[in-house]
């Protein structure tokens, strides 16, 4: 299946096991996710955070909120 959100950002913590993505929706609201990756696991990307519901209506919102809502993000996002 596709993914038809578009990541307008993508912000990895150290280890690149961890990610977040900032992105846009078909409808043009905003959104952004944590997610996680097992090496030994090939299934690739999985959601952690589960924050892919709420809606923003830019980028700067969505930005905001990831950085208070993901710890590590704060210092890796400006």
């Not at 690739?44 to 923003?56: A, D, K, L, P, T």
Request: include cysteine.
């Amino acid at each position: 299946m596709a993914h038809i959100n578009k990541v307008i950002k993508s912000v990895n913590l150290d280890g690149e096991l961890i990610c977040t993505d900032i992105f846009q929706r078909p409808d043009g609201s905003y959104g952004f996710d944590e997610f996680r990756r097992d090496p030994e696991d090939g299934r690739g990307w999985y959601s952690i955070g589960h924050y892919g519901g709420q809606v923003f209506t830019d980028a700067k919102a969505a930005i905001a909120a990831a950085k208070t809502q993901i710890h590590w993000l704060h210092d890796k996002i400006d």
